[in-house]
Structures are given as C-alpha cells and as structure tokens.
C-alpha cells in the first residue's frame, strides 16, 4: 500500500533557530530549538498578564479524554494520576461499537487516580459507524442495559450518561438542514425521542445526570429551540455538551460560547455547565503549541472539554507512549494540572484568530506561585506581568522559563527543559519576560516567585537543532505535505514537523542525506523522527560522513504518519557533517522495510544526566508552607513539611534500570520517608536542621515513577528538590530468556528475528494449563523486586467505524504459588514489536519462581523478563 496520499497545502512558514543570543551559553546555542529570555526585536508581539484580576478558580476543564482509557491499567496509573483528569467518556456497559473502553472497566482506574466526572455515550451500545437505527423501542431496551449496569456501582453518581451523540449525524440528520420543512421535522423527532429517553433513564436510576444534545456541530438555531422544548418539558441536561472539531473553532469558540449563554439567558434558564466532549483534529494532538490554544479558550470560559478519539483507545488520545511513558502534550497536561490559585485575565496578541499564540496564567497568593503557560507561535513574544502584588511577593521576584517540545504521538519526552532562571525587580508592579526563537510546535511556562534572597543556579542547556527532512538531499523519495489549519480536511491529517516529510523511500538507492552542525567536539544525541507501518520493525542504514555505517531499527507505528522517534548517540568533530539514512549500504547491505522521515533533532550529550524537579511545583497533599527566603538553586524556593504533609514528584525515566535518587533537604526531630509508586523504599535520618543531600540508588522503569517524600511524626523538613541522576544502569538485573523456562500446555516456543535470541514463547493462556513459569529466579535477600516483562501482541478488531480497533492482552503473574496480579498489555502494533511493562514482586532469598497465566484468554508473547531489587 501507498505510504502516503499527497495533498495539496499550505506550509506554515518556519524561522530559522540560530537567533539565539545572550548571556545564557552563547555560542553554544547557535542553533538551538529552545527558547531564552533575551532582548527582544521589533518585530516582537506581547502577551499580557495581569495578576490583579482573577477569574475564577483554575478549572483544568480541558484535559478529559474520550475512549482515553481502552481498559484497566491502559494507560497506567502513574500517568493517570498526575493529570488531575476533570472528565472522561467511555462506552457503556457492554457496548458493541468498540471492542474496549467499557466504562465498567476503565472507571475504577479514572476513579482511584483522582478522576472527577465520567461520561458514556450510551448510542455506542450499536456496532456501526452512523449506528444503526432499529428504532426507539430498541434503542430503549439498550438504554436500560447501560443505565442499570451503571447504576448498580459505587460511582454510579459520578456517571452522566448522554442519549444522544452526533444526532446532526445519527438519526436526526435534518436538524443541520437549512430547510425549514427537513428541519422542524427533525427537531420534531429529536425532541420527542429526548423525552421518551430522558423519561426512561429517570425512571431506571433517578439520580441519574444527563447531558446532551451532544451535537457534532455548533448550532444555534437548535440549541435554542432545544431549550425552549426541553425547559417546558423539565428536562434540561444536567451537563450542556456539543463537540468543536474543526480549526476554525480557535477563532470562532468564544462567539459560540458566548452566543449559548444568552440562549439561556432569553429563557429564563440558569447557567448549566457545559461540556464540549469532543474537540480539536489531528494535527492538534501530541502538539503542546496546539493544545494551549484549545486549553486557553475552555479555561477562559470555564467549560469542561474531552479530546477526541480519532484513532485508538488506551493512549488518552495522543498523549501517552506504551503503558508508562509521556509524550509531549502529556507534560503539557502536567503543567496544566499543577496551575493552582486563581486563573487571572490575559490579553493575547491576537484574540480569537487560530494558530496563534495563546496562554493561560494562574496566581495562587498562598503558594505565592504566578503561572503562565504560552504557546502556538514562531513569532518573538514578551510576556508582560502587571499587577504583581507586592504583599504576596516582596519588592523581588525570580522567573523560571521551561520549554517543551513536541515529541510526536509515539514520542518518549523527557521533561521540560529549564532554560532560564533570573531575578526582577518589579518596576510600577510590572515586569517583562522576553521569548525569542520560538518554535510552534512548542509551549513556554513562566514561573515567578518570591525572590528573598540566594541566586539560583543558571541552568545548562544543552545545544539542540532541528533538520528538516524535505530540506535535506533527497534520493528516490518524495516531499509530501501534512497536516495544516487550512481547512477542516488538511486539519485531520497528522502533525508533522514543518508540515512536510519525506516518504516512499522504496528503492534500492533512496536515500536521504543531511547536513548538520557540531559547534564542539562530542557525543551527541540523534534523534530521528520517523513513521512505520510496515507491519514489522524497520531498518535504515546510518552513515556518519560516509563513514562507521550501522542499522537504526525503527519500532511500528500506528501508521505512516503516526509520528515516534528513536534516539542513536554519534560521536561528532566540531564542524560540518553529513548524516545519511539509506535503504542500502555497500558494507551492511539493504535495510528491512522502509519509514517516512520527519526530521532529525541533534543535541548535545550529557556526560552525567541529571534532573531537577523542584519541591515547590511538586503534587502536594496536606498542608505545608512555602519559603523563599532563599531561593535555592532552582530559584523556586522550598517546601517546609510537618507529619501529614506529602510531596510527590513525576521522576522520568529515559529507560528501565538503576538511577541515583537524590532529596536535597533540612530536618529536625526525626525521620523522613522516600516512597516509589506508594511503597517506602527509604527512610532518612534528622539533618539536625542542616541542608544534606541522601541518596537511593533505585530500580526506575522507563516513563514516569512517583516519588513521594514526606516526613515522619515529629520531624519538620524543609525540602529543596529531588534529583535523578543517571541513565538507566542495568549492573545487578538478570535476563531471564522465555524460551528456556518451563512451558506447560499449548505454550511454545517461537522463531522470530526480531526477539532476543530469536525466540519467544506464545500461546500462553486461553486455558489454565497453557503457562509459563520462570522456576530459576535467584534473590539474593527477600524484597520487592522489579520484573519488566518483554512482550509482543497485535490483536484487533474490526467494526464498522474509522477508529483503529488495537486491543490489549492480560496475563497473571504468580511468585511462588501466591496470590496472582492480573496485568494489561497494551498491543504493540505487530507481533515482531516488543515492549515493556513493568511491576513489582516479593521474592525469597534464594530461588524463586514466576508463572504467567491466563484461564479464559490468550496472553501477550512473552520473549524475556528482567528482575531487579527494587532498591539497588
């Protein structure tokens, strides 16, 4: 099949990044993809803050998902938690339109990891894509199915259910028409079949909130017709929901917004929260300069809002990696989650026009914390605070500017790069921050603190740039354009850096060459962005100025455009280089399978990685103060905790293995506790009130770990930051291939290239006697270990909807005959594909045994485990 449909377009123009400047590493910069403060050009637009008027709580309104979760465990709970999730929408109980998703299923995970609300759209009870129309007396027979199943669980208050979805597409399609006849005949019908529903659904579960019409578009003229009807028959929604999927919902949003709340007004109805449960397109997710246009205009009018589900279930629709593991907009959504305080007015360059730069800002004057978080545009920006109030924050204040970048649907992100820390002195209750070098694709927060005193270490920023693909030497493949905003059609293609990429590199010769820069000697991380869908993984031939070639695998995708990146370290002389990806090579001979190419990011390595992550921007539970005294070396302050109090941090991982856990802090009185994932892993002696750095050298699985500190009774701490350092030391983890471990049953042994030692073992489960047990498991002491299972599996199914239908496996894990933990695997898009997932087990001193297992249903190919004691 074609790797592509070229499309006629309109390329978004892209700035250079070699401008810049400053004080912050100079030199080293020239090509940067980041973005540091600096004096600012004439062409420079301003963003505006004004800290003294607030309006309203921060909501975090945006961030649900629909069919975000495809099941138990997918996405994990470690990314689930940190959001902070608002709403979700799922299927109903038992529905037929997906193969996962069930909100039987999936509410228990949303729930326990702070979840809010749930939604399910009860027509997804039907298999086809528009549903069938059986009519309404078989439609009730379903409703009543998904309302009492719901109504029959502990959350079911929690739950609102919605009759209708896309009626302007299903069923009353005449509802959209511009003639008047077609169109109060559909209202008609539309109107008469809400009452029969509504009715229906309050008689199973009284107490039951719904929500609609649900429309697939903004329309006035039958929401106020609507209304009225549903006003005069008391059946208002609960919840006032309509979807916003096309570009020009950046521009047009407000107007709509704004024009739903007079409808109510006219009627004499009272304010009814509003969801708008589907919005933005594909070239909008993974994207954070997209999402915080979308993000800004829901939180400026106080709405709840779910992100669409274009492709599959499981991955909170383009913002999550395996089961683990963020991407970009999922740090985008991090941030989201830690605004706290009140929301404050902001005034962008350009109010209601898309694709440009936006924001949202917070001030909470009890964390004396202002945010402000901005994206969407190459164009030079100062962000402008006024108003800041000298009672929260003193005659000096420190600013932290974070950067972050898209890293593709499939994209491991690291987090946030801190690029600059810097004090001000407010003049008039002002200050300005200057943004220079911009990238689109990317979002910026600016933190401001108290400056009490201490100087804030300048952060390193390694050199980064970015090479375009369809800007490179290109042989036997072809330039095509992506997704834009030019229309609803462009919209709904996938985001690719520059709009373009380069595909059909099918040939013996296709090639493609670039042309980079090392401003010094070094390692450095190439990182290639890249799409497979060849149904297997894929391989180019690299070569480094014609020289030292090796194969770079590329992992599937979802699809050709489906974008993820894969990361190789090259060792470069300063100056110029070539930096070829072939499909053959005259040493290694030709490459499987072939991929389109996006770009190619080339950073700096770092000899000794480390990553701060900052005591005062933590998730917090309890009450503790802040102090910025001293403003510390992240220039953020500290935390002072007492018993009761807790901080947790998001700690990325690049990869599984050991990293050095570092708490910098000061206690009195007693002892502090380090906990991984819920679990204490450490306990740390009094300080005696003196700052001291302890350490963990812990066993951290790739994607993110949450790392809690929190004092024990009695002790008072005050807490600067915590560190991870290292790359993932993999000394004292023991491999443990499936092929030789002991396979009952069906279990087999497999051939496959592409596992380790060419092997793995299949047909595991789908009945209690197919298993495999691990019967050699060694333990120097009794503890909780890690085992990272390596797993493939690419079961799907197929419905009559444009959705891709991936499904996910589960097996049991046993240690040593006990109790077994159900896990979930996410499917990993080919069979030839491994992935990880992680947990952990207590073992015995000495041998042990892992069994995998699964009475009812098949699980996952399994080519080999790693166990490793937790703490190393």
Do not use: C
């Not at 249903?857 to 937790?870: F, G, M, R």
Request: charge should be negative.
């Amino acid at each position: 099949m074609p790797l592509h449909t070229p499309r006629a377009a309109q390329p978004r123009s892209r700035r250079p990044r070699t401008s810049l400047t400053g004080t912050l590493l100079a030199a080293a910069l020239v090509g940067t993809v980041l973005a540091l403060p600096q004096s600012a050009s004439a062409a420079t637009q301003t963003f505006a803050v004004d800290l003294g008027t607030t309006t309203g709580a921060v909501l975090h309104g945006s961030n649900g998902a629909l069919y975000g979760q495809s099941d138990d465990g997918v996405p994990g709970d470690n990314l689930l938690a940190p959001l902070k999730l608002t709403t979700g929408s799922q299927k109903p109980p038992n529905g037929a339109q997906h193969p996962n998703g069930d909100i039987l299923d999936v509410a228990p995970s949303f729930f326990r990891n702070g979840g809010g609300t749930m939604y399910t759209n009860i027509q997804d009870m039907y298999s086809d894509w528009p549903y069938q129309n059986l009519g309404i007396t078989d439609y009730l027979t379903k409703v009543d199915s998904a309302v009492n199943a719901v109504k029959a669980t502990s959350y079911a208050d929690k739950v609102v259910f919605v009759p209708f979805n896309e009626p302007d597409g299903n069923w009353y399609t005449g509802i959209g028409s511009s003639n008047s006849s077609t169109y109060q005949s559909a209202l008609n019908s539309f109107n008469a079949d809400w009452s029969t529903v509504y009715a229906r659904i309050k008689a199973d579960f009284p107490g039951a909130k719904i929500g609609g019409p649900n429309t697939a578009n903004w329309n006035s003229k039958f929401f106020g017709d609507f209304l009225t009807y549903a006003k005069a028959n008391n059946q208002l929604p609960d919840v006032f929901t309509w979807h916003e999927l096309g570009p020009s919902s950046l521009a047009n949003y407000r107007g709509h917004y704004s024009t739903y709340r007079s409808l109510e007004s006219a009627r004499g109805i009272s304010p009814i929260t509003v969801n708008i449960d589907e919005y933005a397109n594909r070239r909008d997710l993974s994207v954070p300069g997209q999402m915080i246009q979308w993000a800004s205009m829901f939180e400026d009018t106080k709405v709840y809002a779910q992100q669409p589900y274009w492709d599959i279930a499981g991955n909170m629709d383009g913002n999550t990696v395996h089961t683990n593991i963020p991407n970009g907009t999922w740090w985008f959504w991090r941030w989201y989650a830690g605004m706290t305080g009140q929301t404050v007015k902001t005034t962008p360059p350009q109010a209601n026009v898309q694709d440009t730069l936006q924001g949202i800002a917070s001030l909470d004057t009890g964390r004396k914390q202002a945010q402000v978080i901005v994206g969407g545009s190459a164009t030079d920006t100062n962000v402008v605070l006024n108003n800041i109030p000298s009672t929260t924050f003193g005659s000096k204040v420190e600013v932290t500017v974070q950067a972050l970048d898209w890293s593709g649907y499939e994209g491991a992100s690291a987090p946030p790069q801190t690029i600059s820390r810097a004090a001000y002195t407010p003049s008039g209750g002002s200050i300005t921050v200057p943004l220079t070098g911009l990238n689109p694709m990317s979002a910026y927060r600016i933190t401001v603190t108290p400056n009490g005193g201490g100087t804030a270490i300048t952060p390193s920023v390694p050199y980064s740039a970015s090479y375009e693909a369809e800007n490179a030497a290109i042989t036997n493949g072809t330039v095509v354009t992506q997704a834009t905003g030019a229309s609803y059609s462009t919209a709904q293609l996938y985001a690719t850096s520059g709009t373009k990429d380069v595909g059909y590199l099918t040939q013996i010769d296709s090639k493609v060459v670039f042309t980079v820069n090392a401003p010094t000697p070094g390692t450095y991380n190439l990182r290639i962005f890249y799409g497979n869908q060849n149904g297997s993984p894929s391989q180019q031939a690299l070569r480094i100025d014609g020289a030292n070639p090796q194969f770079v695998t590329y992992p599937s995708t979802l699809n050709w455009q489906y974008r993820s990146t894969v990361a190789v370290p090259v060792t470069l002389s300063a100056g110029s280089h070539t930096v070829s990806l072939a499909v053959t090579d005259p040493t290694l001979g030709t490459s499987k399978g072939q991929v389109t190419l996006d770009k190619i990011d080339l950073t700096a390595a770092s000899s000794s990685p480390e990553t701060v992550y900052e005591a005062t921007l933590a998730d917090i539970s309890g009450s503790p103060s802040y102090s910025y005294s001293d403003v510390g070396e992240t220039g953020t302050g500290r935390l002072v905790m007492t018993s009761g109090d807790k901080a947790t941090f998001d700690a990325y991982a690049p990869t599984d293995g050991y990293y050095t856990v570092k708490t910098d802090y000061a206690s009195a009185g007693g002892s502090t506790a380090l906990a991984l994932n819920g679990t204490t892993v450490a306990t740390y002696g009094s300080s005696g009130g003196s700052t001291t750095t302890s350490s963990s050298r812990l066993y951290l699985a790739a994607g993110i770990n949450r790392l809690t500190v929190s004092p024990n009774s009695g002790t008072t701490l005050t807490l600067s930051d915590l560190k991870v350092a290292g790359s993932g030391d993999t000394t004292g983890v023991t491999k443990y291939e499936a092929e030789s471990a002991t396979l009952a049953g069906q279990a087999k042994a497999q051939t496959d290239g592409w596992a380790s030692g060419g092997k793995n073992v299949g047909y595991v489960g789908n009945g209690s006697g197919n298993t495999l047990t691990f019967a050699n498991v060694s333990a120097a002491a009794a503890g909780r270990y890690t085992v990272v299972i390596h797993y493939a599996h690419n079961d799907r199914a197929g419905s009559g909807n444009y959705n891709t239908n991936v499904e996910s496996r589960t097996a049991q894990l046993s240690a040593n005959g006990g109790t077994a933990t159900t896990l979930t695997f996410r499917n990993t898009y080919s069979w030839n594909d491994y992935w990880t997932l992680a947990t952990t087990v207590s073992l015995n001193s000495g041998t042990n045994s892992l069994k995998f297992s699964n009475p009812s249903s098949w699980a996952p190919d399994i080519d080999y485990v790693e166990v490793a004691p937790v703490n190393g």
